[in-house]
């Protein structure tokens, strides 16, 4: 039994887990209200998908892993459901890729940004980046503009999960390298990307931090390799077609 009290050979574990990661975010003020109704569409694709992870999927998260090895100052950007879900996991690729992890809100109030901050802090994270918010994401009119000098405004390779994709667009047009986590492959975001990862962010950051692990002693000429071998276009048509032509048990 664990977290929820259930095997974890249980068919619905992944996804009552996830509710109940988001439910308990919503409860301790980390996970905004908006973020159930984002959970339960990201909740429908993955259903189409199978609830799995699929090859293009893997190979994008293979990407990103030798992406985020090869970065200068790589950051993983966390907002509210990103906390709720995947905070140890966070935690656990920070320190696999050496990135700085940054919170960056859409709704943005000092007390969830704190609440994200100790959050994290419980799951082992030192550094917390955004709360200095002494940059800005040029173009960008919200509260996700602010970011920090030091963070994600100095950052060369950033990854940015569950969000939709006018930041992912203005964080291009700074000449950052995106890695984008969303189960739509239809999605502004997942559309930016250099890397779109289709798949459910709670699979998907332990497998990113499982390739990183691997590619560790790998040189750079070999990872950039992997880099340049991955093909967006190709990694978004697979997933919209295992989306639509899924065959459901
Ligand atoms: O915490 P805040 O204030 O920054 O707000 C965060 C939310 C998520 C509420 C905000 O970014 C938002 O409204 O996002 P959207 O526009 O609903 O986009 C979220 C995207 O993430 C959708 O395309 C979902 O399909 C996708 N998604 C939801 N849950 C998951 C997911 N993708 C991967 N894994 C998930 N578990």
Not at 145 to 161: H, L, N, S
Not at 193 to 219: C, E, F, G, K, Y
């Amino acid at each position: 039994m664990s977290e929820i009290d259930l095997p974890e050979d249980h068919p619905r574990y992944l996804s009552l887990l996830t509710r109940h990661r988001i439910e308990a975010g919503v409860d301790k003020g980390i996970t905004s209200r908006q973020g159930l109704i984002a959970e339960g569409r990201g909740e429908a694709f993955d259903y189409l998908l199978g609830e799995q992870t699929i090859e293009s999927a893997d190979e994008a998260e293979r990407a990103a892993a030798a992406q985020l090895l090869l970065a200068d100052q790589p950051v993983l950007s966390v907002n509210g459901n990103v906390a709720a879900l995947v905070a140890e996991e966070i935690v656990d690729l920070a320190a696999a890729v050496d990135a700085d992890i940054e919170i960056n809100l859409f709704n943005r109030t000092p007390e969830r940004m704190q609440a994200i901050e100790s959050h994290l802090h419980e799951h082992g994270a030192k550094d917390v980046k955004g709360l200095t918010a002494d940059g800005r994401i040029p173009n960008l009119s919200h509260e996700r503009a602010k970011v920090d000098a030091d963070g994600i405004g100095a950052a060369d390779v950033v990854v940015v999960p569950l969000e939709d994709g006018d930041r992912a667009e203005a964080l291009k047009a700074m000449g950052k390298t995106e890695i984008v986590i969303d189960l739509n492959p239809l999605s502004r975001s997942a559309q930016t990307a250099s890397i779109p990862i289709v798949d459910n962010i709670i699979r998907a950051i332990p497998n990113m931090t499982a390739h990183a692990q691997d590619l560790q002693s790998v040189d750079r000429e070999a990872l950039e390799t992997i880099v340049e071998g991955f093909d967006p276009e190709a990694a978004l048509t697979a997933a919209e077609a295992a989306i639509r032509n899924g065959e459901l048990d």
